[in-house]
């Protein structure tokens, strides 16, 4: 029974390895002293990670309001993202798919979305009136 669960695991060497890296990544970042310079808070502005670290500590512990009062965009879009290019990559690894990210039309749409989604989330974050002023860390 065991070695029915793991058989598929050791087809998929570098998506276990990237989910591997980023878990670590995370931990790292969750778990560090030290506090990691942004070019966005230098500048006195709220950069489109910021709070994110927060952000993942408040999922860590399940609570999902706090985490999206620290950092909405990447708690709705950045990490449902990194779980489906997670999948795309098993799949790809195991024969069912042939890219990550969709060819041709809609994948330059999606990056295009994903890029402007971006963007706009830092513009409103920092725009210093109502409703707006909520969207800061």
């Given at each position: 029974?065991?070695?029915?669960l ?6 998929l ?8 890296g980023?878990v670590?990544?995370g ?19 709220d950069?489109?990670m910021c709070g994110g ?5 408040a999922?860590?512990?399940g609570d999902?309001?706090r985490?999206?009062g620290?950092n ?5 879009v950045l990490l ?7 999948v ?7 024969g069912?798919?042939r890219?990550l990210w969709?060819?041709?039309a809609r994948?330059?749409?999606c ?10 989330w ?6 210093p009136?109502e409703?707006?002023?909520?969207l800061?860390?």
């Amino acid at each position: 029974m065991r070695a029915a669960l793991v058989r598929p695991l050791l087809r998929l060497p570098r998506t276990l390895s990237a989910a591997a890296g980023l878990v670590a990544a995370g931990t790292l970042l969750v778990l560090s002293p030290f506090d990691f310079p942004c070019v966005f808070a230098a500048a006195g502005l709220d950069g489109p990670m910021c709070g994110g670290t927060r952000m993942l500590e408040a999922l860590l512990v399940g609570d999902l309001p706090r985490a999206l009062g620290f950092n909405a965009f990447a708690a709705v879009v950045l990490l449902p993202l990194v779980a489906a290019l997670l999948v795309a990559g098993a799949r790809c690894e195991l024969g069912r798919a042939r890219s990550l990210w969709p060819a041709g039309a809609r994948g330059l749409v999606c990056a295009h979305l994903l890029a402007g989604g971006l963007v706009l989330w830092t513009v409103l974050r920092n725009l210093p009136v109502e409703p707006f002023t909520v969207l800061a860390t």
